[in-house]
């Protein structure tokens, strides 16, 4: 059993064809398919191992055109379902001068937010090994219900739970709210990770030390991990912590560096649960992952940079 099912929102990222202007000003945009939960599925598939993704898309060309990708990507889509009276969700993204990416979001609401309880593939969700989620699909009743049954269901039947929140301050009522909810889900997941940017805004104190990081940290957790960037990650386990550098590339886009992380990470830890109580098989595992997230900004875009196993070994051995 090492199937990865990942439960959240698909949806289409217009990206200006230029670099650093305003969505304003940007002439024109370039379809980007994302969502992190999809491309964290798409990820594990690229790198040889089963994936399969739960969410709702509108019945239009768009959301037609997500399924064929996750099934051209070899992700199961056995999970997906299509709403006829909403739309596939857009997302309108920037890149601003001081590098932060700027989101417009067209989602009133989009068929992610309307996926049901009853629409969940139970049989799917039950053969996952890792059920993995973000925040986004809290945010909005009835998928905030689906999510939680989801993660009920995957329980039950054995999987590990991994949470990676995503934050998007501009989706949700308020800072707070975004804050109360993502932590509302945190005692229940196995596996959890964050961004810099995410510990400081739980937290509230801007620090990657340990005793701040700690504050996330929950006795029934397997595994908790900070993304620095290029500088790696830092992780923490039951018995043990550490940190593991990344590898040195040329950055082009970091779009979907963090959900190909993910994905390795979670690939590598169905094919050897063992890794989560074993150092030394951890900081492989994560040695893995951080050349797969690294690999993912030298080219632009979240899923054509997603490299396969060969890749990421290659990075590993050249180092
Ligand atoms: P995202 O931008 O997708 O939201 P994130 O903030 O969740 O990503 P990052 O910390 O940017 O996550 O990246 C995830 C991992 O990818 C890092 O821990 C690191 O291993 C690798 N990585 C990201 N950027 C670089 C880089 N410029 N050079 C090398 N490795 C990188």
């Given amino acids: 059993r090492e199937l990865v099912v990942s439960f959240g929102e698909m949806l289409i990222d217009f990206v200006p064809t230029v670099a650093g202007v305003s969505l304003a000003e940007a002439p024109a945009f370039l379809k980007a398919p994302g969502g992190a939960p999809a491309n964290v599925a798409i990820a594990v598939s690229r790198l040889g191992g089963g994936a399969a993704f739960v969410g709702k898309l509108g019945d239009d060309e768009f959301g037609r055109m997500l399924a064929a990708i996750l099934r051209d990507n070899g992700v199961d889509d056995g999970g997906v379902v299509f709403d006829a009276g909403a739309r596939t969700a857009l997302a309108f993204v920037t890149l601003r001068a001081d590098g932060e990416r700027e989101f417009m979001f067209y989602r009133n609401p989009s068929a992610d937010m309307l996926l049901t309880a009853d629409e969940l593939n139970v049989e799917l969700i039950k053969r ?24 009920e269901i995957a329980k039950e039947a054995g999987a590990l739970l991994s949470y990676d929140p995503n934050l998007r301050e501009a989706l949700w009522p308020s800072r707070d709210e975004a804050r109360t909810q993502i932590l509302s889900i945190w005692d229940q997941a196995d596996i959890v990770k964050v961004s810099e940017v995410e510990l400081e805004f739980l937290t509230g104190i801007d620090s990657v030390e340990d005793d701040v990081v700690m504050k996330l940290w929950r006795p029934t957790m397997k595994l908790l991990l900070v993304t620095l960037g290029d500088q790696g990650c830092k992780y923490y386990a039951r018995d043990f912590h550490g940190a593991v550098p990344s590898f040195k590339v ?30 030394k098989k ?7 992952a951080n050349a797969c997230g690294a690999i993912t900004t030298t080219k632009k875009g979240a899923i054509p940079s997603l490299p396969t196993e060969t890749e990421v070994v290659q990075l590993i051995e050249k180092a």
Avoid: N, W
């Fill in 128 to 151: 996952a090994a890792v059920f993995h989620y973000g925040s986004i699909s809290l945010i909005a009743e009835p998928c905030r219900s689906a999510h939680l049954r989801a993660m």
């Fill in 250 to 279: 040329q950055q082009v886009d970091t779009t979907g560096a963090g959900d190909a992380f993910v994905g390795a990470l979670l690939r590598k830890i169905v094919q050897d649960p063992s890794s989560l109580q074993d150092q």
């Fill in 282 to 288: 951890l900081e492989e595992a994560i040695k893995f």
